[in-house]
C-alpha cells in the first residue's frame, strides 16, 4: 500500500467496518502514514447525541414520498434500539419499510411495517457487541500509555494516595554510600539506663 500511494502520489481513503484497524498497524510505516477518522454511533446516553438522532428521524421522515409524513420522533427509542444508533442500519431498516408502505399505498409509514424488518434483539446485541470492542480500539487508556511510556525508557511512576504521579527515583541515586539519612540521626539527650532496667 505504501509503495502504491507513493508512485500515484494519491490518497487512498478505506471505508469500513472497525475490522479495518487491523490493517493499521500491521507495519510501522503504514501506520505513521494513516490517519483514523472514526465515525462512531450516536450515543443514547449524551443528550446532544439524542437531539441528532431525532434531527435525523425528522429529516428522514420528511424526505419519504407518502401522502402524509411519519411521526418517526414518536417512535425514537425502538428505532434507536433496532439501529444501535449506527444511521447507515436505520437508513436501510427504512428503505424496506417504506417500499412496504408505498406497495400497499398506505397514506403513511407506520410502526406495523418498521417491526416487519426491524433487526432481531440478538442481531442488534452482536452488533453493539462488536461496536463497543471497536470504539475501545479508539480509547487511549492511562495504562497503555504507561505501558508505551515504560517501553521508551521514562522512569517508574507512583502514586501517592491523593497526589499525582511521581518518578521514582533510581535506588543508586537516592544516597550515597557511608552518608546517613538525617532524619535517623538520634534527636534531643540520650536517656542512661538506670540499674537493673532491660533493653
Known sequence: MKALANRCNTAHVLCGTYELLRIRNLSGQLSRRSIDIHFPRYDVAKVGDRRTFGKILQTFAEQMPLPEPPDLIKHWEYLYERSVGCVGILKDWLVKGLSTAVRQSAPTLTLKHLEKYAL???????????????????????????????RLGFPERTRQPNGPLK?????????????????????????????????
Open 120 to 150: 432481531s434483539v440478538s442481531q442488534c446485541d452482536r452488533l453493539i457487541e462488536e461496536a463497543m470492542r471497536g470504539e475501545a480500539q479508539f480509547r487511549e487508556d492511562s495504562d497503555a500509555v504507561r505501558r508505551l511510556q515504560l
Open 167 to 199: 518518578a521514582v527515583a533510581n535506588r543508586s541515586e537516592q544516597q550515597r554510600p557511608g552518608l546517613r539519612y538525617p532524619k535517623r540521626d538520634m534527636v534531643g539527650v540520650e536517656k542512661q539506663n538506670a540499674p537493673g532496667d532491660t533493653l
